[in-house]
T-cell receptor, first 114, second 112 residues
Framework: DADVTQTPRNRITKTGKRIMLECSQT?????MYWYRQDPGLGLRLIYY???????NKGEISDGYSVSRQAQAKFSLSLESAIPNQTALYFC?????????????FGQGTRLTVV | DQQVKQNSPSLSVQEGRISILNCDYT??????FLWYKKYPAEGPTFLIS?????DKNEDGRFTVFLNKSAKHLSLHIVPSQPGDSAVYFC???????????FGTGTSLTVIP
């Protein structure tokens, strides 16, 4: 089983719909992140959380919200999906006591907004 | 504006030869740098890192070089193997920064 699990793996949704992407981890890490990957733009940070009560905006948080329900769970919501949110989304975790910058990524969720 | 740039979208190298992947950055406050490798249908995996107090870090076949004055880092893979075929991302963060900025990636193909 994967250490960082994202659900769903693929999703097609309509413009204006609310959608939630979920991430769970079994690594026991305190830090969790949501990134999106777009062609020609690399990976960009949406939100990150250093513990259950800590939520921080990343580089591109507009149009997104997150919830850290437990140390092991971090969900990303698109309140009203729009086509330019079509992308590959990655959840990642890291250990504050581990090697700096080393994050462990899930397999990704491919989201298409039509 | 992209603060971390990988200007070569793709690179092909013969098996056994050296692969050199390049990365440039614009933010002089960046002081910690990483390389990640990504296979299709998988998430990125950490490969190697370097802090600004060093100009070289080596881990087996992988070596990262940092030239702070030129705001440039490179990843050398010697010898290259077909299993190294993947997309490589460089990333950077500021002193006590909480987030990493990623480049756009370079797709490496190692030809057997």
């Amino acid at each position: 089983d994967a250490d960082v699990t994202q659900t769903p793996r693929n999703r097609i949704t309509k413009t204006g719909k609310r959608i939630m992407l979920e991430c769970s981890q079994t690594k026991g890490h305190d830090r969790m992140y949501w990134y999106r990957q777009d062609p020609g733009l690399g990976l960009r940070l949406i939100y990150y959380s250093f513990d259950v009560k800590d939520i921080n905006k990343g580089e591109i948080s507009d149009g997104y919200s997150v919830s850290r329900q437990a140390q092991a769970k971090f969900s990303l919501s698109l309140e009203s999906a729009i086509p330019n949110q079509t992308a590959l989304y990655f959840c990642a975790t890291s250990d504050s006591g581990g090697r700096e910058g080393e994050a462990f990524f899930g397999q990704g969720t491919r989201l298409t907004v039509v | 504006d992209q603060q971390v740039k990988q200007n070569s979208p793709s690179l092909s190298v013969q098996e056994g030869r050296i692969s050199i992947l390049n990365c440039d950055y614009t933010n002089s406050m960046f002081d910690y740098f990483l390389w990640y490798k990504k296979y299709p249908a998988e998430g990125p995996t950490f490969l190697i890192s370097i802090s600004s107090i060093k100009d070289k870090n080596e881990d087996g076949r992988f070596t990262v070089f940092l030239n702070k004055s030129a705001k440039h880092l490179s990843l050398h893979i010697v010898p290259s193997q077909p299993g190294d075929s993947a997309v490589y991302f460089c990333a950077a963060s500021e002193v006590s920064g909480n987030q990493f900025y990623f480049g756009t990636g370079t797709s490496l193909t190692v030809i057997p």
